[in-house]
T-cell receptor, first 113, second 114 residues
Framework: DAKTTQPPSMDCAEGRAANLPCNHS???????VYWYRQIHSQGPQYIIH???NNETNEMASLIITEDRKSSTLILPHATLRDTAVYYC??????????????FGKGTHLIIQP | NAGVTQTPKFRILKIGQSMTLQCAQD?????MYWYRQDPGMGLKLIYY???????DKGEVPNGYNVSRSTTEDFPLRLELAAPSQTSVYFC?????????????FGEGSRLTVL
């Protein structure tokens, strides 16, 4: 699986858009980009995933660059409850793809009031 | 619909003791996973299962065992507990593999080995 690089921490003002970057320069053509978050030692929560096109759901938007070497997770109107560790994960099919996802250290996003 | 339920939430063990962490899901998911998370670190995969009767090792399986006799349950057994197994353990499940389906996590089981 391709390695991802994320900043260890970021701040964002409440009500503003939070933009979380992720570099994955060694990503291969069949690998997806996933985002999960973990709020205060709870179990991680799925946010969004994509392959090459930008994706949007009720929680966030995922912008993937054309060369797929980086992506940005956007929380459009951050609230205090969005304070969490955000994990960017790259994963593709390998041997059936059943062996889960690898979670690194992620980005600790702190929403400031 | 409770999702993924883990018990116990907290446990203190003495070195050399054994115990089983329970995990149950009511979503009829085929895929189930056990992760551990050490303080300030990401999650590491211990074992996973693609269906009843089928289990396989993840990244850090030593010191643990699993079984999957039913679709719903995926217990994690710790034999001869060691201080290095002090961690938070998360169970997860997914309808399809983690590639195309989201993982649903339990609330975690916090284990301390003294």
């Amino acid at each position: 699986d391709a390695k991802t690089t994320q900043p260890p921490s970021m701040d964002c003002a409440e009500g503003r858009a939070a933009n979380l970057p992720c570099n994955h320069s060694t990503i291969s053509g069949n690998e997806y980009v996933y985002w999960y978050r973990q709020i205060h030692s709870q179990g991680p929560q799925y946010i969004i995933h994509g392959l090459k096109n930008n994706e949007t759901n009720e929680m966030a938007s995922l912008i993937i660059t054309e060369d797929r070497k980086s992506s940005t997770l956007i929380l459009p109107h951050a609230t205090l409850r969005d304070t969490a560790v955000y994990y960017c994960i790259v994963r593709g099919y390998s041997g059936g793809g059943a062996d889960g996802l690898t979670f690194g250290k992620g980005t600790h996003l702190i929403i400031q009031p | 619909n409770a999702g993924v339920t883990q018990t116990p939430k907290f446990r203190i063990l003495k070195i050399g003791q054994s115990m089983t962490l329970q995990c149950a899901q009511d979503m009829n998911h085929n895929y189930m996973y056990w992760y551990r998370q050490d303080p300030g670190m990401g999650l590491k995969l211990i074992y996973y299962s693609v269906g009843a009767g089928i289990t396989d090792k993840g990244e850090v399986p030593n010191g643990y065992n699993v079984s999957r006799s039913t679709t719903e349950d995926f217990p994690l057994r710790l034999e001869l507990a060691a201080p290095s197994q002090t961690s938070v353990y998360f169970c997860a499940s997914s309808r399809t593999s983690g590639i195309t389906g989201e993982l649903f996590f339990g609330e975690g089981s916090r284990l301390t080995v003294l």
